[in-house]
Structures are given as C-alpha cells and as structure tokens.
C-alpha cells in the first residue's frame, strides 16, 4: 500500500500509537508525522517528521504538496481539563485546524479525512445509559462545544462539497505507552502508573463516577477501520459512537487490586468531576457496528492485564 498519509498532532496521546500502526501497516516512507515541536522519540526519529502549526493553513498546504498526500488524520486539539483552563485558545485550534483541512480536501488536495469527536459532544440532558447514536447534544464545555460544531461542520462538508470525511467519538482512552494528556478520563490512565509507583493513588472523580473507556488498541483499531471501510459504508458523517467498556473508580481499582492486592485509592473530586457528570455512563455503538463491522476486543480484566505487564518494563 502506498498511500500517503499525513498526521497533524502526532506526538500526542493517540497520535503517537496512531502513527506507529499506521507504519507498520503503510511503510514508514508513507506516513508523515508532524506536531507543534520536535521531541526526541519514536514518532520523530523513526520516520518522517516535520513541525507544522495546525493554525498554519499554507504550512499544511505545503506539506500536503511535497509529499503528494491523500488522506489525513488531524488529531491536533486541546482536550476537555486544559480546554477549560483556556477557553479562546481551544475554540481556536480545535476548529481552525478542521477548517483548514476540510477546505484542503473541497479543494481536492486530499482524498480523505480523519478527524475525531468524543463523548464531550454530549451534556447533561443527554440520556446517560447507552446514549443513542442521535440523541440530545447540549455539550457544557469548550470542548464538548468545539466537537459538536466540528461534527456538524464534517456533515456540512461531506454534504455539500462532497468531502470523505470520517469520524469517531472517542470514549476515555487509556494507554500505557503515553503520559495523560489533560482529559477528564485521564484518572483511569494515571491510576495504572500511581498503582505501580506509589501503592496509593488519589482520585479527582468520585469513586461511582460511570464513564465509557476503551484501551487504546481498540481505539486504534477503530480509526483505521473506519478509514479502511468502503465509502459506502460510511453511512453517519457527523461522527460514530464507539463503545468499549464502561466503569467506575472503585471498580478499576478492584481489578487492580486483584493483582496489587494492597493498593489503595482515595477520592477528592476536583472541577473535573462537574465534566465528569455531563458526560454519559455508558454508549450505543451499534451504527458503528452496523455500517463497518466495529467490534472492541478489550474488557477490563484483558485491559488491566496488558496495562500493569506493560508498564512495569517501563517503570
């Protein structure tokens, strides 16, 4: 295969998992990883890397016109906890990165577009068990706003210009390849490092805090997928639910106690915790699985498993 892809943001916490598999599936000489800045890791130094502001249409321009690119995956935003922290900032790079790469594809400089969503599109009066793929969207946070408008904005681009856009909602996403990123789902990532570390971890969530996850194998799996998937398959052009495992705080820690039997977990919510309840406790993926054949393979014994083996290498 010798499609040429682009990847904006990939030294983040997806990006950096996304651009490997990718690849190991592409050739490294077909992927382009590109972020903010050049750090010294795998990303950057065992393939193609350039810097590139998301905000810098002509700067994606040219990258997109000196390796003949056809499909993109923008995985460049500011996520829900930081977003808060700075409003103005969010709304700006979460929407313009998208603009500029939607109008790159009406111009027909791409074939095809990732660009993901998350469970943020959705608020408190959104129903909170297996939240339907179309239901109420009343999202409370910068975030969760920018997400709702991108998706509205893929559907008007894919409508009307004719645009391959595609698109998941990402559920919390946990890994142990990369540190947190600054999300509300990120205490079910730390408590895997603090588990190991310390012994002890002390959570911003409430210990009955129900929220959608998934292990990050899957969630790169999916977007492959769905991206892999005949057009005609792609049915939803705002965005998909994706569905792995739903839990809470006290839950995960009981999994990992079965195997750090004295671990211990405290709880002091923290502004993260009104996120936390806008968001829904469990999702119905099932137009994902539907239109492109979307099954996760990860539950939360297999998850803990592969997150305290893998960690304790790197520990």
């Given amino acids: 295969m010798s499609t040429k892809i682009l990847i904006i943001g990939a030294c983040g916490q997806i990006g950096t998992e996304l651009t490997h598999q990718l690849r190991n599936l592409y050739g490294n000489e077909n992927v382009i990883a590109t972020d903010i800045r050049k750090l010294n890791n795998e990303v950057v130094n065992d393939g193609i890397f350039e810097v590139l502001n998301a ?67 959705f608020g408190p009066t959104t129903p909170r068990e297996n939240t339907p793929q179309f239901t109420i969207m009343e999202p409370t946070t910068v975030y969760g706003i920018s997400k709702q408008s991108g998706e509205r904005w893929c559907e008007y681009y894919h409508n009307i210009f004719g645009v391959d856009v595609r698109s998941v909602r990402y559920p919390g996403l946990i890994s142990w390849s990369t540190p947190p990123g600054g999300g509300t789902t990120d205490y079910a990532v730390d408590i895997y490092h603090k588990a190991l570390s310390d012994g002890k971890f002390e959570c911003f969530l409430s210990e009955e805090t129900r929220l959608p996850m998934m292990y990050m194998d899957d969630a790169i799996r999916a977007t492959i997928e769905i991206m892999q998937a005949p057009a005609e398959k792609i049915k939803i052009r705002s965005s998909y639910n994706l569905s792995g495992v739903s839990f809470t705080p006290k839950e995960i820690a009981a999994e990992i106690q079965k195997h750090i039997p004295d671990f211990t977990i405290s709880y002091k919510p923290d502004f993260r915790q009104k996120i936390a309840d806008s968001w829904p406790g469990s999702i119905d993926d099932s137009s994902a699985r539907q239109d492109w054949n979307w099954k996760h393979q990860f539950n939360m014994n297999s998850m803990t498993v592969e997150m305290l083996e893998n960690l304790k290498k790197s520990i």
């Fill in 55 to 121: 905000l810098d249409f002509n700067q994606i321009e040219h990258i997109i016109e000196k390796y003949h690119v056809e499909e993109v995956y923008l995985m460049a935003a500011l996520l829900s906890a930081t977003a808060e922290k700075n409003p103005a900032f969010a709304w700006d790079l979460n929407m313009n990165s998208l603009f500029h790469v939607l109008n790159l594809a009406k111009a027909k400089k791409i074939k095809k577009v990732f660009w993901p969503s998350s469970i943020a599109v």
